[in-house]
């Protein structure tokens, strides 16, 4: 087995199911310490603003949460970042926001829309997803209680 300055011993992080070992500085006991797995977010142009409008309507979820009650307040977050991720998606994808290019070759126009999507969603879709996701929660919450 391995060692390291000061005499402690390392278990092989691919032999210990990817969890590296070593004793503890009191009573010589196993500790286990675990890796950070990065987190990766993929987006286009302004599909980070869904994260942003999702931010906004967890924390109006949680502050209206006491006065309204969690479902009420978890209803209004919900529909708020729907309606954020709505005018976010209808100023994207305003026809005024096109550009025309002209091939100066062969003379052919070309149409450049701005595309705009997170994990490869094209940020239109997602107001949909989130009021499905509302619809299902509301409805898991109701049968629940």
């Known amino acids: 087995m391995p060692t390291v300055s000061g005499g402690m011993s390392i278990i092989h992080p691919r032999t210990s199911g990817g969890r590296m070992k070593r004793p503890s500085q009191t009573g010589g006991c196993m500790r286990t310490i675990q890796r950070r797995r990065p987190v990766f977010v993929i987006w286009s142009g302004w599909g980070i ?3 942003a409008t999702g931010f906004v309507g967890a924390f109006i979820t949680a502050l209206s949460s ?11 977050g919900f529909g ?12 994207r994808n305003d026809p ?3 550009r025309q290019l002209v091939d100066p070759q062969s003379g052919e126009t070309v149409i450049v829309k701005g595309r705009s999507s997170l994990f490869f969603i094209p940020i239109a879709a997602w107001t949909y997803i989130v009021l499905v996701l509302l619809v299902v929660l509301e409805v898991i919450m109701m049968v629940g209680s």
Do not use: K
């Not at 006491?66 to 209004?76: D, M, T, Y």
């Not at 708020?80 to 709505?86: E, V």
């Open 96 to 98: 005024s926001r096109t």
């Open 80 to 91: 708020l970042t729907a309606i954020g991720n709505f005018l976010l998606a209808r100023w």
């Open 66 to 76: 006491q006065s309204l009650g969690f479902p009420a307040a978890f209803a209004i």
């Open 49 to 51: 603003a869904i994260l």
